[in-house]
């Protein structure tokens, strides 16, 4: 773990018209054979909290936009965290098509963690549990490591690295478990012994469970791949 660094607060704030889909869901338009993702819309399940409810939809119109442009949102995934591009290309992923009668304020990061998701279910196959030898350098993943922002995500994203290679079953669980389930209730409480030990001292943040699973969508993802991309180098 780095030395630890004062974080700012999360801001980046993403205003979206958005509403949930289930996961595998396409519709047909009328005259067409070729499916495409289903556009989302908000859950009405009293049950569930507004923020649950924001969160499924958000992980509903990532996996939409992923699923109608992988090549774009693969870009997205693919640049550096700080990438002055970044926010642009995120803005040409948000696509009307995929959003349905909702509006919804969602911090950046946390649609970025949906897209991690989408990717990880798209791309990892449950039997891909095997990790790298060393931790996943996200250094790769920042053009400036010493500015604030890229602390921060740094910061973060070694914090969830720690907890992924504690316990990358019952991360997993919580990462792919429907917001607000019990399935998710009972991932998280297993979860808590491994948060603690892995978060640096003297660090200011705020963490709750949407932040959580956004930063460990992207380190599960990141570790499955790069564990894939080194088998196959030693392959050779």
């Known amino acids: 773990m780095r030395a ?13 018209a958005l509403p949930a889909l289930a996961q595998g869901e396409r519709e047909n338009p009328t005259g067409s054979r070729i499916g495409r993702a289903k556009a989302a819309s908000v859950p009405d399940r009293a049950a569930l909290s507004d ?7 958000t992980d ?9 442009d992988p090549r774009k949102a693969a870009v997205y995934r693919d640049l550096h965290y ?16 995929c959003l349905r009668d909702a509006t919804l304020r969602m911090p950046g990061d946390l649609l970025r963690g949906s897209i991690f998701k989408a990717f990880y279910r798209r791309e990892v196959k449950p039997s891909d549990r095997s990790f790298q ?30 907890v992924v290679r ?35 001292a003297g660090v200011q943040v705020t963490l709750n469970k949407s932040i959580v699973s956004a930063i460990l ?3 599960l ?12 180098e030693a392959s050779h």
Do not use: W
């Open 217 to 219: 969508a992207e380190a």
């Open 51 to 57: 923020i649950d409810k924001a969160r499924i939809t």
């Open 221 to 232: 993802y990141r570790e499955a791949t790069g564990a894939r991309t080194t088998e196959a």
């Open 133 to 162: 030898e060393k931790a996943f350098d996200f250094r790769g993943y920042v053009s400036s490591p010493e500015a604030p922002e890229a602390q921060r995500y740094l910061i973060m994203m070694d914090f969830a690295d720690c």
């Open 4 to 16: 630890a660094h004062a974080l700012p607060a999360v801001s980046a704030v993403l205003l979206l």
């Open 166 to 200: 504690a316990d990358a079953g019952t991360a997993r669980g919580f990462m792919l478990a429907e917001p607000g389930s019990s399935a998710e209730k009972t991932a998280l409480a297993a979860l808590q012994p491994q948060l603690g030990p892995c978060f640096p």
């Open 82 to 97: 700080d990438d002055p591009k970044a926010r642009q290309v995120l803005n040409d992923i948000v696509s009307s098509d």
């Open 60 to 68: 509903a119109f990532a996996d939409c936009s992923v699923t109608r």
